[in-house]
């Protein structure tokens, strides 16, 4: 049995980001580049109006002719001469002749005739061609998540298409004979419907990943192996879950091990989760955790989550940014094994949920954070500082 750090080691050190794929900006979101974007325009293209109001020359007063307008998209085609003015729209090129747009508020007009109501302020209301950035910068670097802002980003630089790292697919695999499907479970006696994959799932693509198949396995060695032999043909990632422990029906590691699994370690010194797993089996990495949900989903987070990150071409320490956050509830000490404690954060601070049973699901929904408690540390009491991770 090993630590949580050195488990964590062992899962990041094997999270290397896949091989790399070509994808439309409307397939990107939410990859990471694996290439940089550089920019194929200047932005802005031209110089341009930061305003509504009236493009003039500078130091021009009185009574302006009215020669034209630019709209963006729409410039005027022609420039101006001293004592002339174009009608300008925010966005739109500033005309040949010009230095200064006015704003419309500041301008009364009468025909074809402006004049100022206002001196010109300071600015000037023009926004340079390429003040934002030139044909040929590198507008986001290789490892860069395309979120929101990254995607404007690209589309603004006139790019069509960029290189991302490839999703890894994932196979889940949940074992237990008592498992059925959600909606099920009330007319079949002793059965209990199976929850825990729609968690991994979830944490799968939030993560970056895609899950291919996720598969309800009974506790038959022959089934389970062939479900998983099909697994690590088809996927990247393979994530078991129950058959984890030391029960006389808990096959998984056995069964994976037949068909080649290298296991990396087989158990850590974390309350819950002391049963999770890791190992690969040829290409395929695989993932085993516990089959109680609290338990499976928290070992997910630590573990899955960097490890999906990595495998999609981000830092696994994305998934791992601990901080210091005050208490707003005591805590009780901790015990000779690692905890980590599911629980409530808000504007006043982090407080453990009631239920920290293995198998709870409702409390489990009220957690957003989990606090990791060292073993063997103290009590803590109201405003100390503890470590916490979102949930």
């Known amino acids: 049995m090993i630590g949580f750090d050195e488990a964590w080691a062992i899962v990041a050190g094997h999270a290397a ?8 900006l409307a397939d990107a979101h939410g990859r990471t580049l694996a290439k940089p974007v550089f920019a194929l325009v200047d932005w802005p293209p031209a110089n341009v109006s930061a305003m509504d109001g009236y493009a003039v020359r500078d130091g021009d007063a009185g009574s302006l002719r009215l020669v ?7 410039g005027f085609t022609g420039g101006i001469g001293q004592g002339e003015c174009v ?20 301008v009364a007009r009468d025909g074809d005739r402006v004049t100022f109501t206002a001196p010109p302020s300071a600015g000037r209301h023009i926004r340079q061609q390429g003040s934002d950035f030139h044909a040929g910068d590198t507008l986001l670097r290789a490892g ?3 979120d929101a802002q990254a995607m404007v980003a690209a589309a603004g630089a006139d790019v069509a298409q960029v290189n991302v790292w490839r999703r890894p697919r994932a196979t889940i695999i949940g074992t237990g004979d008592e498992l059925v499907a959600p909606g099920t479970a009330r007319g079949t006696p002793g059965s209990i419907p199976e929850s825990v994959s729609f968690g991994v799932a979830a944490i799968i693509a939030e993560w970056g990943g895609e899950t291919i198949s996720r598969r309800r396995v009974r506790d038959d060695p022959a089934l389970i192996g062939e479900v998983a032999a099909e697994a690590l043909e088809a996927s990247d990632l393979v994530v078991v879950t129950g058959g984890a422990s030391v029960g006389e029906r808990d096959f998984s590691k056995s069964v994976l091990a037949s068909l080649g699994l290298d296991l990396l370690f087989e158990k850590v010194a974390i309350k819950p989760g002391k049963p999770v797993w890791f190992g690969r089996a040829g290409g395929t990495l695989v993932l085993g955790l516990p089959g109680n949900p609290t338990s499976a989903m928290v070992t997910a987070r630590l573990l899955l989550a960097p490890l999906v990150a990595g495998l999609a071409g981000r830092d696994p320490r994305v998934a791992a940014r601990w901080q210091s956050v005050r208490l707003a509830a005591p805590l009780d ?30 409390s489990l929904a009220d957690a957003n954070a989990l606090i990791r408690q060292r073993a063997g540390t103290a009590a803590l009491d109201i405003g100390a500082l503890a470590e916490v991770i979102d949930f």
């Open 144 to 146: 860069r998540r395309l």
């Open 17 to 24: 980001g896949l091989e790399s794929e070509q994808v439309t």
């Open 333 to 362: 000490a901790c015990g000779d094994r690692e905890s980590f404690v599911r629980a409530v954060r808000d504007d006043d601070g982090v407080r453990p949920i009631g239920n920290q049973d293995s198998g709870a699901q409702k």
């Open 87 to 106: 009608r300008i729209f925010t966005g739109a090129p500033v005309p040949a002749g010009a230095d200064r747009v006015v704003m419309q508020e500041n």
């Open 68 to 74: 034209g307008e630019s709209w963006p998209g729409v």
